[in-house]
């Protein structure tokens, strides 16, 4: 029953990938924003820091688009009388899908981007996605003796490297907000973002203890797409 459900589900995408693809240039777009990082890691206490990204995404249809997210930033908190600042660096592989993918809009997708309304587009450009990545810490932080002992009760242990590189899984969910139109498709995009990482070692914060370390990125960008027919 499990597989048929997912050949089904399977076969469902490929048919929608089908659709709203007449007259689609398949452009490339280019994308770069700021914002603030929120920490979850052993010290409670959250600073909200700064961080940048540069993306590139390939769009396979209007709505489903494939691609390369680069970022760096700072994350931070405090308690117990200790604090750590991270200057991280990140990258992944990632895909989105939107809305729109599955709201059977015509077949002609210039019709589609003529005729429809603001409100339409906007809707049809909410999505969500997941990806694939590594980070790469940079670690600094003062760890008062007292919590170090209740760490080392706990079986966890300071980091000796506070430079260290690891796998991360991202998940993201947004909208970005199409304007400039084209008989092809939107020229230009504002994206708004939350990204929430997942990561597979305990060690954002330079402290090892019983569960992984996590941070949420949320930003404001600009996209312009690339090779868009006029």
Same mark, same amino acid.
């Given at each position: 029953m499990t597989k048929k459900l997912l050949f089904a589900f399977v076969g469902g995408l490929l048919l929608t990938i089908g659709t709203v693809s007449a007259q689609f240039s398949r452009p490339i777009s280019v994308g770069a924003g700021a914002g603030a990082t929120i920490s979850l890691t052993d010290l409670a206490n959250v600073e909200s820091k700064f961080a940048f990204y540069g993306e590139a995404d390939y769009l396979i249809t209007p709505f489903i688009s494939v691609g390369l997210h680069g970022e760096k930033g700072t994350l931070g908190g405090h308690g117990y009388e200790s604090e750590f600042e991270n200057r991280y660096y990140a990258g992944n592989l990632n895909g989105k899908v939107r809305l729109g993918q599955f709201l059977g809009h015509k077949d002609n997708y210039s019709q =589609?981007?003529?005729?429809?309304?603001?409100?339409? &587009? #906007? *809707?049809? @450009?909410? %999505? *969500?996605? !997941?990806?694939?990545?590594?980070? &790469?810490?940079? $670690?600094?932080?003062?760890?008062?003796?007292? =919590?170090?002992?209740?760490?080392?009760? +706990?079986?966890?242990?300071? !980091?000796?490297?506070? /430079?260290? /590189?690891?796998?991360?899984?991202?998940?993201?969910?947004? *909208?970005? $907000?199409?304007?400039?139109?084209?008989? %092809?498709?939107? +020229?230009?995009? #504002?994206? /708004?973002?939350?990204?929430?990482?997942?990561?597979?070692?305990?060690?954002?914060?330079?402290? &090892?203890? &019983? @569960? @992984?370390? +996590? %941070?949420?990125? /949320?930003?404001?960008?600009?996209k312009y797409a690339l090779f868009n027919r006029k």
């Amino acid at each position: 029953m499990t597989k048929k459900l997912l050949f089904a589900f399977v076969g469902g995408l490929l048919l929608t990938i089908g659709t709203v693809s007449a007259q689609f240039s398949r452009p490339i777009s280019v994308g770069a924003g700021a914002g603030a990082t929120i920490s979850l890691t052993d010290l409670a206490n959250v600073e909200s820091k700064f961080a940048f990204y540069g993306e590139a995404d390939y769009l396979i249809t209007p709505f489903i688009s494939v691609g390369l997210h680069g970022e760096k930033g700072t994350l931070g908190g405090h308690g117990y009388e200790s604090e750590f600042e991270n200057r991280y660096y990140a990258g992944n592989l990632n895909g989105k899908v939107r809305l729109g993918q599955f709201l059977g809009h015509k077949d002609n997708y210039s019709q =589609y981007n003529i005729g429809a309304s603001t409100l339409s &587009k #906007i *809707v049809s @450009n909410i %999505y *969500v996605g !997941a990806g694939a990545g590594l980070v &790469k810490n940079r $670690i600094k932080h003062h760890i008062d003796p007292i =919590y170090l002992d209740a760490i080392t009760n +706990q079986g966890g242990e300071l !980091a000796d490297d506070l /430079v260290e /590189v690891h796998f991360v899984v991202p998940l993201n969910v947004g *909208v970005d $907000i199409p304007f400039g139109r084209t008989l %092809y498709g939107p +020229q230009w995009a #504002i994206n /708004v973002n939350y990204q929430h990482t997942l990561t597979t070692n305990d060690n954002l914060d330079g402290i &090892k203890n &019983k @569960n @992984n370390d +996590q %941070y949420g990125f /949320v930003s404001v960008g600009i996209k312009y797409a690339l090779f868009n027919r006029k």
